[in-house]
């Protein structure tokens, strides 16, 4: 496995960033099966893994630090906080009063004394980002946190979290995580540039679009009934994405190799991309990842993706990933109706 700087870190990690999501209800149960995944990514090469407090509400890092046991020292361990965890309104989001808590709970259920990456996993507009980074900046001094980063951060709030930084003699945020994909590559036109200037690493999540880059959800074939489907289901019976999905399919046949390598190929290609995240829900598909881990695209072949889907575009938006409340809150965009004319 190809190992790549992370950031300005000084920390090498595989390109391929073992991602944990699945692992527990949401969809592998079997926790001793989760963990021969995670010991069989370790033994493929896979250095990098990442996790969330919110995953499984709890669950999945359990699973972490079991399979971690005895191999620490082996992998960089990332993993987020911000989520809700539980009714108590208090639990979640990104205060000072939060972060202190939340990183001891993970601590706890990851078996460790020490989180190599720990990141804010959504912005949050009700709490300003320097409460936030004084209380990771803490973290770091205390030992607890070796760096600090972010996740699906627009460009703007990547500036200013830097900034205050350099303001207020603060630890910086060393990475950031937003999704990418082959349909969604939005984040080619300011945030993959803003993490260049600043020198970010960068780990990309769903790199193969929530599953549809597989090619296992057609057009105009029926759709899986299970829980994770029902959760992404306006995502994956998108029209305008189906209709990329044919015609990347037809071009992945041109290539020899399956959508799915093609896609985590494409991924890994983009010189501001440190890793990409895989979410295996099983060995097999672990091992399918990492038979196409080998795959490098041609110009010529990365000319035709850039036919099908132009750089800097989203064919539509990603259901789950995070939307400003500019957009989600109608008096953000709407001045009230007695002031909205001109004269």
Known sequence: MRMRKLGRTGVEVSAYCLGTMVFGTLGNPDHDDCVRIIHRALDAGI??????????YSETEKIVG???????????????????????????????????????????????????????HHPDPHTDIEETLSA??????AGKVRAIGSSNLPASEIVEAQWVSQQRGLHRLRTEQPTY????????????????????????????????LTGRYRKNAPRPDNARMQWVSRHLTDERKLDAVEQLLTLAEETGHSLTHVAMAFATSHPDV???????????????LLVG???????????????????GTDISPLDVSYVSPSLTHTDLRRRPSHERAAA
């Open 136 to 141: 990771l900046t803490d973290l770091v001094r």
């Open 47 to 56: 250095n990098f893994v990442d996790t969330a407090d919110v995953y499984g």
């Open 181 to 212: 994909s082959i349909l969604n590559r939005g984040i080619e036109r300011e945030i993959l540039p803003t993490c260049r200037r600043y020198a970010l690493g960068v780990l990309v999540w769903s790199p193969l679009a929530m599953g549809l």
């Open 293 to 311: 881990a080998t795959l490098t695209l041609g110009d010529d072949i990365l000319d035709k993706i850039d036919a099908i889907v132009p750089p």
């Open 274 to 288: 440190t890793a990409a995240i895989i979410g295996p829900r099983t060995v097999d598909q672990l091992d399918d």
């Open 66 to 120: 079991k399979a971690l046991k005895g191999r620490r020292d082996e992998v960089v361990l990332a993993t987020k906080f911000n989520g809700p965890m539980g009714g108590d309104p208090n639990h979640s989001g990104s205060s000072r009063r939060w972060v202190v808590q939340a990183v001891e709970g993970s601590l706890k259920r990851l078996q460790t004394d020490y989180i190599d990456l720990y990141q804010i």
